[in-house]
């Protein structure tokens, strides 16, 4: 997509064509850190291409020149101090972890965005007044364990290395053998470090929908991000012989999870958008031709704009759950392991970026984000905003994710104007 930035002219030209190189260039570039077989990108918290994203990002921020700092959990800071740091740090960033084959884009790109944009900062206007600080969350997709945002929630006071939440991975390795294992957690030298005070936190992310490709808009205005809901389910029925076990003597936990999950697709069709609702994994045991299955885990991930209507559809979901172990005589539990409120995010910072778009003569439209992000805890504890850029064919978490480096510079020249008007000018 040609963008027509030309207030500037040439000026803007030649700053787009250098964020367009730099960011081909970092994004090639750590997608290299968990590069898998698919095409795709797999980097789950602490495994190794984690740890080696995480410490490369580290050096290259330090060569840029910012204060470096791993916090307890493994987010990784880079700060430019402010002359006025007292005011209140200006935060952007986004994860580094991804789902398994993943995309190069999701997460990865507000980090490297950050990092572009605070470096033309700093050379155009010198230090700024308030601290411009960068964070790579360490987690928040929910792939390795099942418990999502461990780097926002951990900044935003959700999680606490207190309580280091139970959570196991595929292998039986809990969360904090892993993080203790990737040399974090309470007691290491990484500090306590939540940023206090800060001014406004903002994010730039792919959209990772079709709604801007189809438009030809060159930058999403979020107003606000879906609630969410993660449940994995337990199904218990009887293993028995796939041969000798006549139709109506048996107790099937994988033909009550497919009837279950028919439920699912008819009840969210019918409750109608902006609702979605998803079952994404299964586990069958035994998992052999000739046994009928004794018992299937499966999950369900669930959205809405709306907290209360998400509660209340997935309320009636486990209604019908339960109703259909009963007739099947199946043993059905739960655990209900993520819930994030919807939130509403900062429309004063959304009212700026609309006027950077304006001045810059961007095609914007306002939305909704229908994935979560970092943004979603952070507007908890300040003023938070996210800027989006277009996805091709709206396709994410997935080796397909494309965005061209066009668009990703516009994203950049929005995210770079934005922080300058945060953290040089003091309002
Ligand atoms: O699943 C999501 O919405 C986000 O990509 N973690
Ligand atoms: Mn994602
Ligand atoms: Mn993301």
Not at 170 to 195: C, D, H, Q, R, Y
Not at 284 to 295: D, M
Not at 322 to 336: C, F, G, H, P, T
Request: glycine share 10%.
């Amino acid at each position: 997509m040609d963008i027509a930035v030309d207030s500037y002219g040439e000026t803007r030209a030649t700053e787009l064509a250098l964020f367009k190189a730099s960011i081909e260039e970092t994004i090639e570039w750590l997608s290299l850190f968990g590069a898998d077989a698919s095409g795709g990108v797999t980097r789950l918290l602490y495994d190794a291409s984690w740890q080696e994203a995480q410490s490369t990002l580290a050096q290259r921020m330090l060569q840029l020149g910012l204060e470096v700092t791993f916090d307890e959990v493994g987010n990784l800071h880079g700060i430019l101090k402010g002359s006025h740091s007292h005011t209140g740090a200006i935060v952007t960033g986004s994860h580094i972890d991804t789902v398994v084959h993943g995309g190069k884009f999701d997460g990865t790109y507000g980090i490297a965005a950050g990092m572009i944009a605070i470096q033309h900062l700093w050379k155009q206007y010198g230090r700024p007044k308030r601290d411009l600080h960068i964070i790579s969350f360490c987690e928040e997709e929910g792939s390795r364990f099942p418990l999502a945002y461990w780097g926002s929630g951990y900044i935003t006071g959700r999680y606490s290395l207190a309580q280091v939440p139970e959570a196991h991975d595929l292998m039986g390795i809990s969360l904090l053998e892993a993080m203790t294992a990737a040399g974090f957690g309470a007691g290491t030298n990484s500090p306590k470090l939540v940023p206090e005070g800060i001014h406004a936190f903002i994010e730039l992310h792919i959209e990772q929908g079709a709604v801007l490709e189809q438009e030809k808009q060159a930058i999403g205005l979020v107003q606000g991000i879906v609630g969410q809901k993660r449940l994995t389910f337990e199904v218990g029925g009887i293993a028995n012989h796939a041969g000798t076990t006549p139709m109506t003597m048996r107790s099937d936990a994988l033909a009550g999870v497919a009837e279950m999950i028919q439920e699912v697709e008819h009840r969210a069709k019918a409750y109608g958008p902006p609702l979605v609702a998803t079952v994404g994994s299964l586990e069958i045991k035994p998992n052999l031709t000739n046994v009928i299955a004794g018992h299937v885990t499966f999950t369900l991930d669930a959205r809405h704009a709306n907290s209360s209507e998400l509660a209340v559809f997935c309320e009636a979901l486990i209604t019908g759950f339960d109703e259909i172990a009963l007739k099947r005589n199946l043993a059905l539990s739960y655990k209900e392991w993520m819930d994030a409120a919807a939130v509403m995010l900062d429309s004063g910072l959304t009212q700026q970026v609309e006027v950077i778009c304006q001045r810059n003569k961007l095609p914007y439209r306002q939305m909704f984000s229908g994935a979560g992000h970092d943004a979603q805890l952070m507007q908890s504890i300040c003023p938070s905003t996210m800027i989006f850029v277009p996805s091709r064919a709206g396709i994410s978490h997935s080796s397909e994710e494309y965005t061209s480096s066009e668009e990703l510079a516009v994203g950049i020249l929005v995210l770079k104007d934005l922080l300058y008007e945060l953290a040089y000018h003091e309002h």
